[in-house]
């Protein structure tokens, strides 16, 4: 089994920053992808970006392009969400996914094996 680990949620004041991070344990695999997603209350559960095994690819949703920032470092099985310039609509529970096989589409949740137990991020106005 793989335990996924997110920490770095908080509140914080619209145009703000705030890093999460996800630690991965447990059983591990060659060439995994990694991924980041977000749940308002009401509202389903949306991609926000994901990064392949060389950290190369990067994907991310229109929303978030260009304040937030995906990263990993594969030695400390760790992926990281930078989030900059934040605004009262990117309030939500932030969670951490893991694809085993790194499949062609990172932006669904069905393709994706593990999930941590998420993270609160609360942005104010």
């Known amino acids: 089994q793989v335990q996924l680990v997110e920490s770095g949620g908080g509140l914080v004041q619209a145009g703000g920053s705030l890093r999460l991070s996800c630690a991965a344990s447990?059983?591990?695999?060659?060439?995994?992808?990694m991924g980041w997603f977000r749940q308002a209350p009401g509202k389903e559960r949306e991609f926000v970006a994901a990064?392949?095994?060389?950290?190369?690819?990067?994907y991310y949703a229109d929303s978030v392009k260009g304040r937030f920032t995906i990263s990993r470092d594969n030695a400390k099985n760790t992926v990281y969400l930078q989030m900059n310039s934040l605004k009262p609509e990117d309030t939500a529970v932030y969670y951490c996914?893991?694809?085993?096989?790194?499949?062609?589409?990172?932006?669904?949740?069905?393709?994706?094996?593990?999930w941590g137990q998420g993270t609160q991020v609360t942005v104010s106005s």
């Open positions: 996914a893991l694809d085993r096989f790194s499949t062609v589409v990172l932006t669904t949740p069905a393709g994706y094996d593990y």
């Open positions: 447990g059983r591990t695999f060659s060439s995994y992808a």
């Open positions: 990064i392949r095994w060389s950290g190369a690819m990067t």
